[in-house]
């Protein structure tokens, strides 16, 4: 049996009032250990640790877990326990997708993206990956996406020496085109916020659940593009979103605007490799 951390199995005693029967370690991506974790009652879990992750680190994906659940719409695993070091989760059973499994993801996201929300950003800072993730509003939504998501990593990724410090000058413009790029007329709703194809997962019924939110709200567009950068989603779930909520004129460049964010998470998190497609992007919506 794989050993989980002693104080991660003392929690999970004292949270749940059973004992851990067996742990086995499973894939749970570059910043957490993971685990299936069987308890003597029999119920299994999905046991997220770190050993020493920044303050609320799991409180904060928690609290956005039973924010998105509130919806009634995308489904979520349900948050079991969490402490300083560790989130406990419902295990999801892996399974394959079925005929019209992915149309009724599109339809059920699109159900997030119009569920209520007071305006843009969140109550409280997050995470994206293990990266600050600063949520305050802003006077308006363009500002938002400037002066929370592209400036501060902007700033990080020069200052580390992964983007030429030129890139700094783009800013002001980049600020000036987002104004018509992204249009006054932003209806904003809750958002996944990290909605790579990794974090939508397929269980052993053939529904599709979403795992490892950096939430907040924002525009639907948000969550397409990141849907769109690195792929894994079939046409058909594009499609039902867009029925459900006809985008917008002038979507290409704003995905491109919004897809700028994820591209300088990849930068800071993973290197150089990611740079020059976002110095790309970043020029394209400066011109």
């Not at 002001?172 to 997962?201: F, Y």
């Not at 995905?255 to 976002?278: K, M």
Request: aromatic residues 8%; contains cysteine.
């Amino acid at each position: 049996m794989t050993r989980i951390p002693d104080r991660v199995r003392e929690a999970l005693v004292e949270e749940t009032g059973a004992h851990v029967a067996s742990a086995t370690a499973v894939g749970g991506g570059c910043i957490n250990d993971a685990y299936r974790v069987e308890l003597s009652d029999g119920t299994t879990l999905f046991v997220k640790t770190h050993p020493s992750p920044p303050a609320d680190f799991f409180a904060i994906e928690a609290e956005g877990l039973r924010w998105i659940a509130r919806t009634r719409t995308v489904r979520v695993p349900e948050v079991v326990c969490h402490g300083d070091c560790y989130l406990a989760l419902e295990w999801i059973e892996p399974g394959h997708p079925r005929p019209g499994t992915w149309a009724e993801f599109g339809e059920a996201l699109a159900g997030l993206h119009s569920a209520p929300a007071h305006g843009h950003g969140w109550h409280r800072d997050g995470f994206i990956g293990d990266l600050p993730q600063p949520n305050a509003p802003a006077p308006d939504w363009t500002t938002f996406w400037l002066e929370r998501r592209i400036r501060p990593l902007t700033l990080r990724a020069v200052g580390e020496g992964l983007l030429p410090q030129s890139t700094l000058r783009m800013l002001d413009d980049v600020g000036d085109a987002l104004v018509e790029i992204l249009g006054p007329d932003v209806r904003c709703g809750p958002l996944h916020g990290d909605l790579w194809s990794g974090n939508a997962m397929v269980d052993h019924t053939g529904s599709v659940v979403v795992v490892d939110p950096a939430p907040y709200a924002g525009d639907p567009d948000v969550d397409v593009a990141m849907m769109s950068l690195f792929g894994g989603f079939p046409p058909e779930c594009l499609h039902a979103h867009d029925a459900a909520i006809p985008p917008r004129e002038g979507r290409p460049l704003r995905i491109a605007a919004y897809q700028i964010y994820p591209l300088l998470v990849h930068t800071v998190l993973f290197g150089s490799s990611y740079a020059e497609r976002a110095l790309a992007t970043l020029r394209r919506i400066a011109s």
